[in-house]
T-cell receptor, first 112, second 112 residues
Framework: EDKVVQSPLSLVVHEGDTVTLNCSYE??????LLWYKQEKKAPTFLFML????IEKKSGRLSSILDKKELFSILNITATQTGDSAVYLC????????????FGEGTQLTVNP | EAQVTQNPRYLITVTGKKLTVTCSQN?????MSWYRQDPGLGLRQIYY???????DKGDVPEGYKVSRKEKRNFPLILESPSPNQTSLYFC???????????FGPGTRLTVL
């Protein structure tokens, strides 16, 4: 059974801290790994990673994939209260169709 | 404005009363998908569609039907809703399978 596990499930930090969110996966036919941010509404896309070892970066957020060890991390530096959200990791599968399997998410709370 | 729309946004219904949640996108995307989101279970894929008249089951298809007669629309049909289908539902679309998925605003369904 395909599985995506995120840790921690919940994290509380102060503004300015740096956080690292983890996503590990056990799937057959891995194709891609995606990160989403979900505030109190629909998820919004952050990154898609397909190649191991290549960092994707957008402002204070960055992510990297390790296909050998089957995990990805999402880093957020100099956190702000606006970073408070649920961060979702999803794995896209190389199947005859197209499926995304999501992890449970990490609830990040950034306090002023 | 490029977007995915869903209707209704909120729905309270009773067991067994057939309902349809509509989803429409204006980005000419080939790929569309339905998810449900439940506390502790994360986002789970219900059905997806690679193109017109091409649909396939996701992880939790039981009790749901879909159709893709036109590229822009992908309605979710619950023929006989039950209380365990009470959930937050998201429609999503993307240009190709593993590209960034755009999510609709969500439909909160309660089945009494």
């Amino acid at each position: 059974e395909d599985k995506v596990v995120q840790s921690p499930l919940s994290l509380v930090v102060h503004e300015g801290d740096t956080v690292t969110l983890n996503c590990s996966y056990e799937v057959t036919n891995f194709r891609s790994l995606l990160w989403y941010k979900q505030e109190k509404k629909a998820p919004t896309f952050l990154f898609m990673l397909t190649s191991s070892g290549i960092e994707k970066k957008s402002g204070r957020l960055s992510s990297i994939l390790d296909k050998k060890e089957l995990f990805s991390i999402l880093n957020i530096t100099a956190t702000q209260t606006g970073d408070s959200a649920v961060y979702l990791c999803a794995v896209g599968l190389e199947t005859s169709g197209s499926r995304l399997t999501f992890g449970e998410g990490t609830q990040l709370t950034v306090n002023p | 404005e490029a977007q995915v729309t869903q209707n209704p946004r909120y729905l309270i219904t009773v067991t067994g009363k057939k309902l349809t949640v509509t989803c429409s996108q204006n980005m000419n995307h080939e790929y569309m998908s339905w998810y449900r989101q439940d506390p502790g279970l994360g986002l789970r894929q219900i059905y997806y569609s690679m193109n017109v008249e091409v649909t396939d089951k996701g992880d939790v298809p039981e009790g749901y039907k879909v159709s893709r007669k036109e590229k822009r629309n992908f309605p979710l049909i619950l023929e006989s809703p039950s209380p365990n289908q009470t959930s937050l539902y998201f429609c999503a679309s993307s240009f190709r399978t593993y590209n960034e998925q755009f999510f609709g605003p969500g439909t909160r369904l309660t089945v009494l």
